[in-house]
């Protein structure tokens, strides 16, 4: 693939410059593009570099643009990064959460995003405007038919088990357009979406961003703090978040995670009258 001017110019500022200002930290490695613009005279290179940016979502951020794999090798990670979550669709009207985010004992795997119950053929969108990344067919592993989409706040989706992909990789996509339709493909049970958020490859619980119960975003931005939590090994540890079990009470489950029934009201917007439902997903902390 032919490199984008921004990293032909980036390329060309370590051959003259030297390599030991790129070594420092993201910032000093992956310079923002109002300082790239700078350092170019020529008003016509300055057009094509905001050109290139609008292409490439997150540009600043990312190390690369690939149409492969859902993970990146050489990622530098920020300490932290706030991701705005406005303009948000949510990327099915379905609202049961079937399989929550966490590390699998017993199958000694992690599950790194929700499953929410659709059906074959049920419009699956866009959760952010962005730029597909990846469109991709396992077969009968893993995602089965799936995507990803890269998006202007920094974050990645993965959309996985579809039936049919609707998008083409390198296609510009906006919040609510039709990306795919839910299914049945890959290592999959029973016909759901499996629904990933991620920041340079790292799995972040969606359940954080987003709440499929009331159809809406947690807040209007969530802030990754790397080592803290973000990632699926992390966000499976006692107190971030609960499957709420038939028998279940608020108390019962304010004792197992170690908080207070009014904080669990607080985070989940509950009274201590709400009846809880097998299957739904608290926050806890």
Not at 36 to 53: F, G, N
Not at 67 to 80: C, G, L, Q, R, W
Request: glycine share 8%.
């Amino acid at each position: 693939m032919k490199l984008p001017l921004i990293k032909t110019l980036c390329m060309v500022a370590a051959t003259v410059f030297g390599t030991q200002a790129y070594s420092q930290d993201l910032i000093a490695r992956q310079a923002p593009i109002d300082r790239k613009l700078k350092s170019v005279d020529s008003l016509a290179l300055q057009k094509q570099i905001r050109v290139e940016q609008s292409l490439y979502p997150a540009f600043d951020i990312y190390p690369s643009w690939n149409n492969e794999t859902v993970a990146y090798k050489d990622a530098i990670i920020p300490e932290s990064y706030t991701f705005d979550l406005t303009g948000f669709c949510m990327p099915t009207e379905h609202t049961k959460i079937t399989d929550i985010f966490g590390y699998r004992p017993r199958r000694r795997r992690g599950h790194y995003g929700l499953d929410i119950k659709v059906y074959v053929g049920d419009t699956i969108r866009a959760a952010f405007d962005g730029k597909v990344r990846v469109v991709k067919n396992q077969g009968r592993r893993g995602y089965g038919k799936y995507l990803v989409i890269r998006h202007d706040n920094g974050l990645e989706t993965v959309y996985g088990h579809l039936s049919k992909q609707l998008v083409k990789e390198d296609q510009l996509v906006r919040a609510g357009e039709a990306i795919a339709l839910g299914g049945n493909t890959g290592r999959s049970t029973g016909s759901h979406l499996h629904f990933e958020t991620r920041f340079l490859g790292i799995p972040l619980n969606p359940a954080l961003m987003f709440d499929f119960e009331k159809q809406d975003i947690v807040a209007d931005t969530y802030t990754f703090h790397k080592d803290k939590g973000n990632s699926q090994k992390g966000s499976s540890s006692k107190g971030l978040f609960y499957k709420v079990k038939r028998g279940d009470t608020l108390s019962k489950i304010a004792r197992k995670q170690g908080t207070t029934v009014s904080q669990l009201c607080k985070l989940n917007h509950l009274t201590r009258r709400t009846v809880l439902r097998p299957g739904q997903v608290l926050r806890c902390s």
